[in-house]
């Protein structure tokens, strides 16, 4: 339930409408409430500054002129905004479009305008009569004053805004930070560690017929598969006594008929129970960083890759990304690789899952960019010198093995394209430099 609650949340936080509907539900409160206190007060309001005390004629026209200007400025807004998604598409790739849609700043921007638009226009309909004669809300009217004049501050926030957020550096640090956030959530996972000893204890735990008499519960719809319940799984095995073995991964695409889980004893495993399972799988549309750290990977890598072809020709973007997928797969190093044997609280096995490994994540971050980009002396020495840095914090020997693998495949990639003696040699260094990186780890262990 708590899975799906974060990914209905993520949801959320990807559309535009939900932050203008909180405001136009909140302007909707605000004018019922200050009209009718406004109502109960009457015309023996102080007359002070602050206040607006004009007659109901000059109340309509300025509640009016306030409520157009609103909806106008926030028609203009929502068209940069499109104009900036598109920008943003073609530059940095269409998958970029969800971390500026999820964007609080903007979604904020255009609730205010809406849900000023919404009060001023509700309070309009409460001025009546003409004259001396009628009722004119003057705490409303106050109050829609100042709703505008917050409204210019947030225009001006606004403008700042979207030109900083359409900065190559402001988009890959953004993606940067959510990806460690999708680390820190993922590695390592509260079921359970990786250890010789439990990875030899959790196939010893997996009877003998496990294979030839679990029974394959199949996916009966398609999408990405965006995160897996594994507490309702756990609970659902420990209920009906199962061991289940996921087939498949937050991140993968299911098509009719995928496998999903291997259930077994079979006898155990009914309509209401496969019914039950498949509720503890999200499928979506898309790809979501809630379990899926590679997705969070390849954002950067497709952003990369787009600055290194020949149609943009933009290495420094290319290296920043190098910098920051450094930086990440530095944190993930570090990190315990979760175990794929899951114990109960009674101490059964109870789910198999084989979790994502640092060198899977490796082999996504470096392999498209070392082919696209092994023609580029900056990005090439700029990924060298992101391995030597990863081989700081490299504790397992198999990590140190992936990391010795891309760089030596950076090194002879890029000297292939690259003839010119001084970047051979400059190539060579920063080889050098990774090999002690690593020499040096491997010694501190």
């Known amino acids: 339930m708590k899975t799906k609650a974060i990914q209905f949340w993520d949801w959320l936080r990807t559309s535009f409408w939900f932050v203008p509907t909180l405001a136009t539900i909140l302007a909707i409160g605000l004018s019922f409430m200050m009209t009718h206190l406004d109502g109960r007060i009457g015309d023996d309001w102080p007359q ?37 998604l598109s920008l943003a598409s073609s530059q940095f790739g269409p998958r970029l479009l969800r971390n500026f849609m999820r964007d609080p700043g903007n979604q904020i921007v255009l609730g205010t305008f809406v849900g000023t638009f919404i009060y001023c226009l509700l309070v309009l309909r409460t001025v009546t009569g003409d004259g001396e004669e009628g009722f004119v809300p003057h705490l409303s009217i106050t109050f829609g004053i100042v709703l505008a004049i917050f409204s210019l501050g947030v ?23 959510e ?60 209920q009906k006594n199962l061991l289940l073995r996921l087939v498949q991964r937050p991140g993968d695409y299911i098509s009719w008929g995928h496998v999903l889980v291997r259930a077994w004893p079979r006898e155990r495993v009914d309509e209401t129970v496969s019914g039950q399972i498949h509720a503890a799988f999200i499928l979506g ?17 497709e952003t ?28 993930l190093a570090e990190r315990t690789i979760p175990s794929p044997y899951r114990y109960d609280d009674e101490n059964h096995l109870r789910i198999i899952a084989d979790p994502v490994t640092f ?34 914090h490299i504790h397992r020997e198999e ?47």
């Open 359 to 392: 060198v899977e994540v490796a082999e996504d971050a470096f392999e498209d960019i070392r082919q696209y980009g092994s023609s580029s002396i900056a990005v090439t020495l700029r990924l060298l010198e992101s391995l030597a840095v990863i081989g700081t």
């Open 155 to 177: 225009l001006i926030y606004f403008i700042h805004h979207i030109s900083a957020s359409i900065q190559a550096s402001t988009i890959i640090s953004t993606v940067g930070e």
């Open 48 to 84: 002070t500054w602050w206040i607006y005390g004009g007659q109901p004629e000059g109340g309509r026209i300025l509640l009016s002129t306030i409520a157009g200007s609103m909806i106008t400025v926030a028609g203009v807004v929502f068209s940069i905004t499109i104009v900036v």
């Open 399 to 445: 990590d140190r093995a992936a990391l010795l693998r891309h760089a030596e495949q950076v090194k002879t990639e890029a000297k292939e394209k690259l003839t010119m003696s001084w970047y051979r040699s400059e190539i060579d260094a920063r080889y050098a430099a990774v090999l002690r990186a690593l020499t040096r780890q491997r010694e501190a262990a």
């Open 179 to 238: 990806l460690d956030e999708a680390i820190d959530g993922v590695f390592p996972e509260e079921l359970g560690e990786e250890t010789p000893e439990s990875r030899q204890r959790g196939k010893a735990d997996i009877p003998k017929e496990f294979e030839a008499e679990a029974v394959s519960i199949c996916a009966s719809e398609i999408g990405y598969l965006q995160a897996i319940d594994n507490e309702k799984l756990m609970r659902l095995a420990r």
């Open 304 to 331: 990369a890759v787009r600055a290194v072809s020949p149609g943009i020709n933009d290495p420094f973007t290319a290296t920043t990304c190098i910098d920051r997928l450094g930086a990440s797969l530095s944190r």
């Open 285 to 301: 549309r898309e790809r979501t960083l809630t379990q899926d750290v590679k997705f969070g990977i390849q954002q950067l890598v």
